[in-house]
């Protein structure tokens, strides 16, 4: 069984400064990772996503994650936070074997607050 | 091109009756998944559809139930609501056949009920 734990429900951060959310995931085969952002009333958009090859993967809007295999982690950053961040963050993982079956198991959350 | 899109965007019902909520995905996507999100459960996997065939179900009670249409939109249909059923639906589509998980959302069908 896969699962992802989401270490902070809350967190609060000056605009400008750096952002760390933290993901650790648990997984039995090679996983898929994820991360999302989701803006109020809004559906989820994919952020960047990590599937094989270079552990350190860059996405939208200035975030990047890197997967670390030996802690079972894929945190996320960005160097410097925007007004625009304020959002929720989910990570996400999907099972690389199971093919033809789209399904991702979600962490709780994170709620991203940028202080002026 | 136009993103998912899911109807109604909010609805209201009461305990006991049954809601079918609408999803279109993207053109030329095949896979239709379903997702419930709560404050309490966050975002839980309902089940997945690719060419009319339900390829996965979470754990979710028999009153939750989905079909897909040959033209890949997709419904799926409470019946007997609960006051717990309270929630976003979302409704995400994709187009690769292989389990990648890039997945793009709607922006939810938001069902109270009362």
């Known amino acids: 069984a896969q699962s992802v734990t989401q270490l902070g429900s809350h967190v609060s951060v000056s605009e400008g400064a750096l952002v760390l959310l933290r993901c650790n995931y648990s997984?039995?085969?090679?996983?898929?990772l994820f991360w999302y952002v989701q803006y109020p009333n809004q559906g989820l958009q994919l952020l960047l996503k990590?599937?094989?090859?270079?552990?350190l993967v860059k996405g939208i809007n200035g975030f990047e994650a890197e997967f670390k295999k030996s802690e079972t982690s894929f945190h996320l950053t960005k160097p410097s936070a925007h007004m625009s961040d304020a959002a929720e963050y989910f990570c996400?993982?999907?099972?690389?074997?199971?093919?033809?079956?789209?399904?991702?198991?979600f962490g709780q959350g994170t709620r991203l607050t940028i202080n002026p | 091109k136009a993103g998912v899109t899911q109807t109604p965007r909010y609805l209201i019902k009461t305990r006991g009756q049954q809601v079918t909520l609408s999803c279109s995905p993207i053109?030329?996507?095949?896979?239709v998944s379903w997702y419930q999100q709560t404050p309490g459960q966050g975002l839980q996997f309902l089940f997945e559809?690719?060419?009319?065939?339900?390829?996965n179900k979470g754990n979710f009670p028999g009153r939750f139930s989905g079909r897909q249409f040959s033209n890949s939109r997709s419904e799926m249909n409470v019946s007997t609501l609960e006051l717990g059923d309270s929630a976003l639906y979302l409704c995400?589509?994709?187009?690769?056949?292989?389990?990648?998980?890039?997945?793009?959302f709607g922006e939810g069908s938001r069902l109270t009920v009362l």
């Open positions: 995400a589509s994709s187009l690769v056949m292989i389990n990648t998980g890039e997945l793009f």
């Open positions: 996400a993982v999907s099972s690389s074997v199971l093919k033809g079956a789209q399904k991702l198991v």
């Open positions: 997984s039995s085969v090679p996983p898929y």
């Open positions: 053109s030329g996507h095949r896979s």
């Open positions: 559809y690719f060419s009319e065939t339900q390829r």
């Open positions: 990590y599937t094989t090859g270079a552990t």
